[in-house]
């Protein structure tokens, strides 16, 4: 055994041993682990990326030259890069004005307000051709969300007759609204 047991690892991995394999995470994925972990500052990317390390590690050790690196600095090496071009890929972050230019406006356009306005003309104009008892209980269900007995109750009328109210309302609403 050599000075660099972490490079004699590597040289076992170059010819497929899992043992090895498995020694080598144990050794190194904690220091591995923070290199990525304080580049990328984010827990479960950094855990995602140490995997993508080893996997690396497995793919490349051929590639491993002790006389050029210690084992440890080519596997931080390589933990590093791999960080690096992780944030790289990361969309860039934006902030104050930025942030808020790249938000989608919720707010209707002019022209849904415009429809959103004829549309509540319409409406209107259809609720004042009711009853106004039977269009105040519409108004009451439907925008107030009030339910079918505090209706009842509003109107001094039985619950199956504010039902028939409802129903009949909202079908002369539907062919108002429709011619």
């Not at 055994?1 to 497929?16: C, K, Y």
């Not at 439907?142 to 909202?170: F, K, Q």
Request: aromatic content about 6%.
């Amino acid at each position: 055994m050599s000075e660099d047991p972490v490079a004699d690892l590597i040289g076992r991995i170059a010819g497929g041993d899992r043992a090895a394999f498995r020694a080598l995470y144990d050794t190194a994925a904690a220091k591995l682990f923070g290199v990525v972990l304080r580049i990328l500052n984010d827990r479960s990317e950094a855990e995602d990326a140490l995997q993508e390390v080893m996997t690396r590690a497995w793919l490349n050790a051929r590639r491993f030259d002790a006389g050029r690196a210690r084992g440890m600095t080519w596997l931080i090496a390589i933990a590093r890069n791999h960080a690096i071009d992780r944030l790289r890929a990361r969309p860039p972050a934006a902030d104050g004005d930025e942030a808020l230019a790249v938000l989608p406006d919720a707010a209707p356009g002019a022209e849904a307000q415009a429809m959103a306005a004829g549309e509540a003309r319409r409406i209107a104009d259809c609720l004042g051709r009711l009853d106004p008892a039977r269009a105040a209980a519409l108004r009451g269900a439907y925008l107030d969300g009030l339910s079918y007995e505090d209706l009842a109750r509003r109107h001094a009328v039985p619950l199956n007759t504010m039902r028939s109210w409802l129903r009949r309302g909202l079908q002369y609403l539907k062919d108002c609204l429709g011619s």
